[in-house]
């Protein structure tokens, strides 16, 4: 069974930093791609990085800021949020899906993923 659990979010006021980790478990695939998203109530699930091996695909509104990388020795995937802005709070997801659209920005379409974590929030105060 694919487990994934996020961790790392709280609150932080503008210009610092969280690091997001997601810990991964039970994939179907042999080839992973592991992306982020971001959702505030009451509008449409933001993709905010996507990762396999060296591929990365950020969202514009983070390219610069925010960094995906994964150690796969503890099957963990993490994302390095530096410089945040109010604008960055929401509830925060990993995901898991076939690797392969990871190649583009595919990556950071939702529905190409099949398992999803609980999600962690992260709040930006100005």
């Known amino acids: 069974q694919v487990q994934l659990v996020e961790s790392g979010g709280g609150s932080v006021q503008a210009g610092g930093s969280l690091r997001l980790s997601c810990a991964a478990s039970?994939?179907?695939?042999?080839?992973?791609?592991m992306g982020w998203f971001r959702q505030v109530p009451g509008k449409e699930r933001e993709g905010v990085a996507s990762l396999y091996t060296g591929n990365t695909f950020y969202a514009d509104s983070v390219k610069g800021r925010f960094t995906i990388s994964q150690d796969n020795a503890k099957n963990t995937v993490y994302l390095q949020m530096n410089s945040l802005k109010p604008e960055d709070t929401a509830m925060y997801y990993c995901?898991?899906?076939?690797?392969?659209?990871?190649?583009?920005?595919?990556?950071?379409?939702?529905?190409?993923?099949?398992?999803w974590g609980q999600g962690t929030q992260v709040t930006v105060s100005s």
């Open positions: 995901a898991a899906g076939p690797f392969y659209f990871c190649l583009t920005e595919l990556g950071l379409k939702g529905p190409n993923y099949n398992y």
């Open positions: 039970g994939y179907p695939y042999s080839r992973v791609c």
